[in-house]
């Protein structure tokens, strides 16, 4: 067969491509955030002792010149009218976004790169009145008596890290075939798993349900991990296997997403969510650590949970309030996103839109725009997509009957006068 030959812009772009897959990946978030374990210990024990204090953590010294001036050089290299270029240049702003985010921890400087990221708990959607915020509240709302009424029953913790991790690991092995994925357990982490390309680490002495089993196999291992081997096995774009900040909104909402679907998701794990949401707004409007910590202790979390819950909220931030890291808006704003987009590709009957989403570390917009590239080969589409995901009729079924029941008006139904109502023949 003749090897393609691409269009002078395309081989431009490739070139950018190259290297900004070098260049990017210096700028790494979550690790040159991250709390060390000391600090939960000491903040519990004071809490405990009825005297809490905020907690006592080092503010991130982070320099990157360098890299900098690397991001700003490859976009100016980028014509932006060349849809390939342009996701370039939106891939490289982010990282230098996240540069300047980094050097400006504990300062205004990091919300305000941080919103650039991932926006704020009160932004509006572009095409809707509704925010993130108000999403939140309504979850929360319409949870609150199942929880209160004790109907939704906790789900029991009690399956340590190693046995979880070992059968993680054999749903991994059975599903990706061609691509080993290590699972291993991890005593630094400060999340509960965190997935990458070749490994998932599980966090070292928590307990996790059956539900976490769930969880975990189908949003970490079927969405993020999925996508980076998808994305590493691109031929040609190696930006694609990258975790730009850029991408990570439509990440966090296929993978919600991915839990709905296979209904892996319970109550308390969308109240969880949407407490985030709640507790951000609170931070970025100036309550601090403790006030925030109250937030989920309130809500019904425990107190370890409420800790872990509230230093997502600080990390990089001031525990005084006012600077946070606004990363825990794009759960629900991503979910409600990849859920109106999916439902317009099947109603516009562009399935491929849904399944190129998961060819790499992509937003939606470039599932989009970058669709003739899909066509030409320049983009492979994915090796490996979820189980939920391969059949599409099912999917849009889900998706239809979910749209109809929006236009239910359930102020209307009470259950105590359901039986009368069957009792209404008609004459």
């Not at 979820?386 to 239809?400: F, G, Q």
Request: with cysteine; aromatic share 8%.
């Amino acid at each position: 067969m003749p090897e393609v030959v691409f269009p002078p812009s395309d081989q431009e772009a490739l070139a950018i491509d190259r290297d900004l897959a070098r260049v990017g990946p210096k700028v790494r978030v979550l690790s040159a955030l991250a709390w060390p374990s000391r600090v939960e210990d000491e903040f519990l024990a004071s809490w405990r002792a009825g005297r809490p204090e905020l907690p006592r953590v080092e503010t991130p010294r982070v320099s990157l010149p360098d890299e900098r001036a690397a991001l700003e050089a490859l976009m100016a290299r980028c014509d932006r009218e060349h849809p390939l270029q342009r996701m370039l240049w939106k891939t490289a702003r982010s990282y230098l976004e996240a540069a300047r985010m980094l050097e400006g921890a504990g300062t205004p400087e990091f919300t305000r790169c941080s919103i650039a990221l991932y926006g704020r708990p009160d932004d509006a959607y572009r095409t809707q009145s509704v925010t993130g915020l108000d999403a939140a509240e309504f979850f929360l709302r319409t949870t609150d008596d199942l929880l209160g009424g004790h109907a939704v029953p906790p789900a029991v913790a009690d399956i340590p890290a190693e046995v979880l991790a070992e059968r993680l690991r054999r749903a991994v092995d059975d599903f990706f075939t061609d691509d080993p994925v290590e699972v291993v357990v991890d005593p630094t982490l400060s999340s509960k798993a965190i997935a990458g390309s070749k490994r998932i680490r599980v966090r070292a002495g928590a307990l996790f349900t059956e539900l976490d089993l769930a969880q975990l196999l189908n949003h970490e291992a079927l969405v993020h991990t999925l996508t980076m081997v998808n994305g590493k096995r691109q031929p040609h774009v190696r930006c694609l296997g990258l975790g730009a900040p850029r991408t990570t909104r439509t990440q966090e909402g296929l993978a919600v997403f991915a839990e709905l679907a296979t209904l892996s998701i319970d109550v308390r794990r969308l109240r969880r969510v949407a407490l985030r949401v709640r507790a951000l707004h609170h931070a970025l409007e100036g309550a601090d650590f403790v006030e925030v910590f109250r937030v989920f202790l309130d809500a019904g979390q425990s107190e370890e949970e409420s800790y872990q819950s509230a230093q997502r909220v600080f990390r990089g931030g001031d525990v005084r309030g006012g600077v946070a890291f606004t990363k825990d808006c794009v759960y629900l704003k991503g979910l409600l996103e990849v859920h109106t987009i999916l439902r317009v590709a099947i109603r516009d009957n562009r399935p491929e839109l849904a399944r190129n989403l998961f060819a790499g570390r992509m937003s939606i917009g470039d599932a989009i725009e970058l669709a003739p590239w899909f066509e030409s080969g320049l983009l492979a589409g994915p090796r490996y997509v979820p189980p939920w995901a391969r059949d599409l009729r099912c999917v849009a079924a889900s998706l239809a009957y979910s749209a109809f029941l929006t236009h239910v008006d359930l102020s209307a139904v009470r259950l105590e006068n359901i039986a009368d109502a069957e009792e209404d023949w008609r004459e």
